[in-house]
């Protein structure tokens, strides 16, 4: 059974920070690229961030780039995300996922919700203004 646990949301102001966590367990972590999605009430889940399974690239929505940083330690399991100079837009539950396939790369799969098979619960964020 493999289980995506994120934590680390909350209420902070704009120009605030805030780091996720997501913790997994279930499978060989190491293998699977990793991605954080966003989902704003009314709108539908969105791409935020994706690495690769070595940790080596890095894709981010162009809206988040140069203010958000994922990273991964594989030997914790955890994959982060690191948000600074939020904004209200930026207000949003966020999800983690795995990857379905072993050792993929590439923009435009990691960008696909449809790559990912497992997900987390969520942790909401609210950026005030």
């Known amino acids: 059974q493999v289980q995506l646990v994120e934590s680390g949301g909350g209420l902070v102001q704009a120009g605030g920070s805030l780091r996720l966590s997501c913790a997994a367990s279930?499978?060989?972590?190491?293998?699977?690229?990793m991605g954080w999605f966003r989902q704003a009430p009314g709108k539908e889940r969105e791409f935020v961030a994706a690495?690769?399974?070595?940790?080596?690239?890095?894709y981010y929505e162009a809206s988040v780039k140069g203010r958000f940083t994922i990273s991964r330690d594989n030997a914790k399991n955890t994959v982060y995300l690191q948000m600074n100079s939020l904004k209200p837009e930026d207000t949003a539950a966020y999800y983690c996922?795995?990857?379905?396939?072993?050792?993929?790369?590439?923009?435009?799969?990691?960008?696909?919700?449809?790559?990912?098979?497992?997900w987390g619960q969520g942790t909401q964020v609210t950026v005030s203004s």
């Open positions: 996922a795995t990857d379905r396939a072993i050792y993929r790369f590439g923009p435009t799969a990691l960008r696909d919700q449809a790559m990912y098979e497992y």
């Open positions: 690495i690769d399974w070595s940790g080596v690239t890095t």
């Open positions: 279930g499978r060989s972590f190491s293998r699977h690229s």
